[in-house]
């Protein structure tokens, strides 16, 4: 450890401002990941309780360019405040909820999109909305001459009315990014048609990761903000909340874990549903477990008042990732810095794809996470897990996880039927199998133009969970049929299927 005192001190040497902040704009943010970041500080510095994010065209001057917004309508700040958090490197608060880690967020979150940074607040609504900008172009200049120097435009009346006019009678705070060359190399001759598929890419996959990351808050569920709910929207449309658990399914189910194995100092927060607490060097992580449901569990219902089929559902909830999206999703302060896999301590499989797990930590996990500027990578520790040899309480408590899943997977334990579709003889049913597919008896109708009513297959009295939703299906196509050609047809079709 070095002794500095007593040392002489010699001059200050600031870094040149046009170098750094170049360098600090590839700090390994993407669109979705710094736009959260940015949200974050709506959230915990901003006590926002709507966030709007705007990809649109500026239309400001003869211009049409494209640009990118977070507004919120939170406490906001006076110039000092505005200032002071502009800073590089600007102090970070060390309150118990605050979503920050370095200081760095908003200035390197917002030029790995954009080289100009402009944001604009109001804190007294007796007094107006205050802007400073940084502009890389500029510093990078010779007329800037390596220092950093801000620029005081443009005044809040040059923004685009789209994101004036969400807070212009109230406080709040405005991030506009308007050079989004950084984002779009190329940007002045690219052809808007292009410009335009690559802003469609960025948001859908903003909307994707904003309602994972933040869905504790979209829905009003968080754990250490007490019970704060705020709705974000992109482009004017409300997010929706996605849970990594399905927990709204009836078929998810909480499993309890295996507490009698564990080394290190725990308690069962939850009898009821198995959520365990782990202390670690004074420092407590939440743990729960959870197995989402089967595809055979998944039937056709409503979902944020939208009708979805099971199989977009299935889609749903795995996210398109299948087996990539089971895994660890770590929580600070209720916002995923973490999705899925198992930090690579367990290989990801098909056979335990259903099994995921949450951790909830505070802020005082940070450094033994090892958590990134970015806030998306986390490295446990090795006394937590240990190795395959000789595992740790997590390592232990994954494969607890993994082992339940692979069971609900191969269909070795009872089947969470959807509503109204549970086996009718349940007691001939074997209990760790799926029951086997029972043919349905087809009943051809006899030549009868005359006849308007098609008879319905009946099943066997002791029929299978897959034979009724077969005799659904039929009754369902016989429905769709609009002239008596494509009942005939459909018939025939039955018909020779049942040969």
Request: hydrophobic share 35%; charged share 25%.
């Amino acid at each position: 450890m070095s002794d500095w005192r007593g040392s002489e001190i010699g001059a200050e040497l600031p870094p040149n401002a046009g170098n750094l902040a170049t360098s600090l704009q590839d700090f390994g943010y993407n669109f979705e990941k710094a736009i959260a970041d940015l949200v974050d500080n709506s959230i915990s510095h901003g006590k926002a309780n709507n966030i709007w994010i705007e990809i649109d065209y500026s239309n400001l001057e003869g211009t049409n360019m494209p640009f990118v917004s977070v507004i919120d309508d939170g406490i906001g700040m006076n110039l000092e405040e505005l200032e002071r958090a502009i800073v590089y490197g600007s102090e970070s608060h060390d309150e118990k909820l605050n979503l920050g880690r370095f200081g760095l967020g908003m200035n390197t979150a917002s030029t790995s999109i954009s080289n100009v940074l402009t944001v604009s607040s109001r804190k007294n609504l007796q007094k107006s909305f205050e802007t400073r900008t940084w502009d890389l172009n500029f510093l990078r200049s010779k007329q800037a001459a390596g220092k950093w120097l801000i620029l005081n435009a443009p005044p809040f009346e040059n923004l685009p009315e789209k994101c004036k006019s969400l807070i212009q009678n109230g406080t709040g705070t405005i991030i506009y990014l308007s050079d989004l060359s950084k984002m779009i190399p190329k940007l002045a001759s690219t052809p808007t048609y292009n410009i335009n598929q690559i802003l469609a890419a960025k948001k859908r996959h903003l909307i994707s990761h904003l309602e994972m990351v933040f869905h504790r808050f979209l829905s009003g569920t968080t754990i250490f903000f007490p019970k704060k709910k705020i709705n974000i929207y992109v482009n004017g449309v409300v997010l929706n909340p996605w849970d990594p658990f399905a927990r709204w399914h009836q078929a998810s189910r909480q499993h309890k874990l295996d507490e009698q194995e564990l080394v290190l100092e725990h308690e069962i927060e939850d009898e009821q549903d198995g959520r365990i607490s782990l202390s670690y060097y004074g420092k407590v992580m939440s743990i729960s477990s959870y197995i989402i449901p089967k595809q055979i569990e998944h039937y056709d219902q409503a979902l944020f008042g939208v009708e979805k089929t099971a199989n977009e559902l299935i889609k749903y909830v795995s996210r398109d990732n299948g087996k990539d999206s089971s895994g660890i999703y770590f929580y600070r302060l209720d916002r995923i810095i973490q999705a899925g896999k198992w930090s690579s301590l367990v290989a990801v499989t098909d056979h335990t794809k259903l099994g995921r797990m949450s951790i909830d930590v505070g802020r005082d996990w940070d450094s033994e996470l090892k958590l990134n500027v970015t806030k998306t990578y986390v490295n446990l520790p090795p006394g937590l897990t240990g190795s395959k040899k000789q595992p740790d309480d997590l390592r232990k408590i994954i494969t607890n996880i993994r082992k339940y899943a692979e069971l609900v997977y191969d269909n070795k334990t009872p089947t969470i039927y959807p509503p109204g579709l549970e086996p009718q003889n349940e007691e001939n049913e074997p209990e760790t199998v799926e029951p086997e597919t029972v043919k349905p008896k087809i009943v051809k109708p006899k030549p009868n133009p005359r006849k308007t009513e098609i008879p319905i297959p009946q099943l066997p009295k002791q029929s299978s969970f897959e034979a009724q939703i077969i005799t659904r299906l039929i009754e369902k196509l016989r429905k769709n049929c609009e002239n008596e050609f494509e009942k005939q047809t459909l018939e025939d079709i039955l018909s020779r299927l049942e040969e």
